[in-house]
């Protein structure tokens, strides 16, 4: 069963938010962060093996094992695969001076079926998010602490940890996925309810972050 802690932090939108709130900068770009895309497509690579994610959220810590959430979908349409996954020992490992990336292990894994019509409405809502976080040509920020990476179809989009309302309704979100991958059928249709919430919540605050833009 996967460890219970869940993700920690969340991301910044400083185009979203009022030009005057010192607690939400961009900390959001568009692809790889520098120094970051061999060892975040490896663990990628090793938490969704040979299948394509159509959603995808892998947290590389400063320290302590990697951790991810995958939307899958069905190719005969139905139910899609939401999968939690934890690296079982670092990925991202120092040896004599040397850096390690320890892919010959088997993550730990909880799988769960979610309804297409809340995975594809999950996918587009976070779409429109990330997309007015990171615009096009927004270069993704290096850290040598915690490091998101988002994937949404083909949009890429990796950024450090959250403030303002629309992180923390993400975080939220992140949160309910975790917990459903690891329940039973009623306290999963729960979270759905839930995530369905959350997201009518994220709709508005990025219609009112939008609209306070062009004020």
Known sequence: MI???LL???LVFA???HADDDSCKLALGRGWPPATENYG???????AGDQQPAWSFTLLPKM?????VLLIANPDGGYWTLRRAVADQRVHYWSAAKLELRTQQA????????PAEVATRFIEDWRNVLSAAAP???AAPFSENDTWLF???????SGLEPTCELGKLMREQIDLLIEASDEGDEKRAKRWRQLGESLDRMRDALGTAAATATQ
């Open 3 to 5: 460890r219970a802690a």
């Open 8 to 10: 920690v932090a969340a």
């Open 64 to 68: 302590g094992a990697e951790s991810g």
């Open 136 to 138: 096009e040509g927004s």
């Open 107 to 114: 993550p730990e894994i909880d799988e769960a079926s979610i």
């Open 15 to 17: 185009p979203l938010a």
């Open 151 to 157: 994937v949404a179809g083909d949009m890429r989009v």
């Open 41 to 47: 497509s490896a663990v990628e690579k090793l938490f």
